[in-house]
């Protein structure tokens, strides 16, 4: 069976930190591009960041960039993203995804695999 599992939202702060993670099972972890959507109340969901297991490329939204770090460990089939200066617009259920076809940028299809989601909250 397929999971990604995410783990670390919650209630933080503007300009404080948190780090999510995914831990994925089921499939071949590191063949897979993984990372992050979100999803804020009212608003279209939007690709965060994402990392080519195989090569560690990675992508960043603009909005994201020089705040978030996302990294992959491949022994634990995890891949984290660190948020640093947290704003209140950060706020949204984060969902980890998984694509073979590779890291997606702006991309909305060709997502394999969906977690559940966890929410982050940022406060003003």
């Known amino acids: 069976e397929v999971q990604l599992v995410e783990s670390g939202g919650g209630l933080v702060q503007a300009g404080g930190s948190l780090r999510l993670s995914c831990a994925a099972s089921?499939?071949?972890?590191?063949?897979?591009?993984v990372g992050w959507f979100r999803q804020a109340p009212g608003k279209e969901r939007e690709g965060v960041s994402c990392?080519?297991?195989?090569?560690?490329?990675?992508y960043y939204a603009d909005s994201v960039k020089g705040r978030f770090t996302i990294s992959s460990d491949n022994a634990k089939n995890t891949v984290y993203l660190q948020m640093n200066s947290l704003k209140f617009e950060d706020t949204a259920v984060y969902y980890c995804?998984?694509?073979?076809?590779?890291?997606?940028?702006?991309?909305?299809?060709?997502?394999?695999?969906w977690g559940k989601g966890t929410l982050v909250t940022v406060s003003s």
């Open positions: 995804a998984a694509a073979l076809l590779g890291c997606w940028g702006s991309r909305s299809y060709g997502l394999d695999y």
């Open positions: 089921g499939f071949t972890f590191d063949v897979y591009a």
């Open positions: 990392i080519s297991v195989r090569d560690g490329s990675t």
